[in-house]
């Protein structure tokens, strides 16, 4: 695969920096149909995985997801700290001794997510951060399949990545903490759909930054 694991520490830099520049709008929609917590969650895990960021560099890209999956679900707490750190779990044993490439990421990201549902007891459509994942697993699939130039795929999985957030916002709660409140859930999107929709657009465009850069 073109993109190496040296690129993490920029990964993770830049998730930091939107989920902070974001804090204010995810705890609001936390606040709104949950328990207001979820961006202090995430700052756990960025901040240890921003501790770890140049050792985890060193890693091949399986071994990193590993360490991140497991670093997630040991200091995120919540409900998302399992379900993130099994995506990142699953997503490394799924493509453990793989040559990666886009196809190959794109099937372990897929299965990764199947691991998420799994976990989470939980599907597309019950306002949560599957509403996102889903779609995009989805779309990265159907991309790999028809051999989509690299720029065009990771540009649509921001389009994408957003209409699955915006999809949560009329869907009724049906896991977590957001189901308590029933029909008082319609009306705003699911905090996890934002969370997970700022993670991927920030991934992907630190990826399109690289995409056309000189060789280091
Ligand atoms: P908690 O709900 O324990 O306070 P967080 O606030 O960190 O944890 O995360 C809440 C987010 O986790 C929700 O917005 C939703 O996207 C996601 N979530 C919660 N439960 C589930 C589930 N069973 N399946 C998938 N995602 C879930
Ligand atoms: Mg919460």
Not at 4 to 10: D, M, Q, R, Y
Not at 39 to 56: F, H, K, Y
Not at 155 to 164: C, L, N, R
Not at 195 to 213: G, K, M, Y
Request: charge should be negative.
């Amino acid at each position: 695969m073109s993109f190496t694991p040296s690129l993490l520490p920029k990964l993770i830099e830049t998730v930091t920096e939107t989920i902070i520049k974001n804090a204010g709008e995810i705890t609001a929609l936390d606040q709104a149909i949950g328990d207001g917590d979820h961006v202090t969650n995430l700052q756990r895990g960025l901040t240890a995985l921003m501790a770890q960021r140049s050792e985890i560099s060193q890693l091949d890209w399986p071994a990193a997801w590993q360490k991140i999956g497991m670093t997630v679900m040991t200091s995120v707490g919540g409900a998302s700290g399992s379900l993130y750190g099994t995506l990142f779990v699953a997503m490394s044993k799924s493509a453990a001794g793989k040559d990666l490439n886009v196809q190959s990421v794109a099937e372990a990201f897929a299965q990764a997510v199947e691991a998420v549902k799994h976990r989470g007891k939980s599907d597309v459509g019950e306002k949560t951060m599957l509403d996102v994942l889903v779609p995009v697993a989805k779309h990265l699939q159907d991309a790999a399949a028809v051999s989509l130039p690299l720029s065009a795929l990771l540009e649509q999985t921001k389009q994408v990545a957003i209409t699955g957030m915006e999809s949560t916002r009329d869907m009724l709660a049906t896991k977590g903490r957001a189901s308590f409140l029933g029909e008082r859930t319609r009306g705003h999107i699911d905090a996890g759909a934002m969370s997970s929709q700022l993670v991927i657009c920030a991934l992907v465009d630190v990826l399109l930054a690289n995409l056309t850069a000189p060789a280091q």
